[in-house]
């Protein structure tokens, strides 16, 4: 069966350090994956998903940036952090064309 | 671009008394689905409906796809306090490798 890994559970780092927030997923190939924010209470905004390695495709301008170095892992980064960028970040990945979305546990991260 | 919209955003209501939330799509759908997010947790796939006027059913949860394929509901009988948390629908336009989520509905049940 499928599943997929996310770390770190939560995260507290300063106003302008890197970020670098790891998924993997295992037991399937080619995944579609995508990088969500949520903010406390609200709904979820898709960042960025990628249909293959090397393949991003970024839905909101911001200072965050994805990468897919292998065909089961995606990551998101950071070179300087916000105060804006704090929020529950969610990795989900999809195997039909119907893109169904299935989540991983998620980060907490708290920029202060 | 598309916006998907649920009502109402948060409902309250008393242990045993049914709830229905709806959502709304500004362009027609090839596939809708629904989640549902614990409190602290991460959303979890129910159901997807692809057919017009398709209803689906999970024990206690009805889903169902409106006939011009741009609305859908969600109704629960019989509330439990297991069925906090909030529901989000989530609309796939077709062609693209995305979907676009609603604004979810939050719901408490009073035991």
């Known amino acids: 069966s499928q599943t997929i890994h996310q770390w770190p559970a939560t995260l507290v780092q300063p106003v302008g350090s890197p970020l670098s927030l790891e998924c993997t997923v295992e037991?399937?190939?080619?995944?579609?994956l995508y990088w969500y924010r949520q903010a406390a209470g609200r709904g979820l905004q898709l960042l960025f998903y990628s249909v293959g390695i090397g393949q991003i495709s970024s839905e909101v301008p911001q200072n965050l940036s994805a990468s897919r170095p292998q065909d089961r892992q995606f990551i998101l980064s950071s070179k300087k952090l916000l105060l804006s960028d704090s929020g529950f970040y969610l990795c989900?990945?999809?195997?039909?064309?119907?893109?169904?979305?299935?989540f991983g546990p998620g980060t907490r991260l708290t920029v202060l | 671009g598309q916006q998907v919209m649920q009502i109402p955003q948060y409902q309250h209501v008393q242990e045993g008394e049914d709830f229905t939330t709806y959502c709304n799509s500004s362009t027609t759908l090839s596939n809708i689905q629904w989640y549902k997010q614990r409190p602290g947790g991460h959303p979890v796939f129910l159901i997807q409906?692809?057919?017009?006027?398709e209803v689906k059913k999970q024990k206690r949860l009805t889903f169902q796809f409106g006939e011009a394929k741009k609305n859908s509901s969600l109704h629960i009988t019989a509330t439990q306090t297991t069925d906090v948390g909030t529901y989000f629908c989530a609309g796939n336009s077709g062609g693209y490798q995305k979907v676009t989520f609603g604004t979810g509905t939050k719901l408490q049940v009073i035991p």
């Open positions: 409906l692809v057919k017009s006027g």
């Open positions: 989900a990945w999809s195997g039909t064309a119907y893109n169904e979305q299935f």
């Open positions: 037991g399937t190939s080619n995944p579609n």
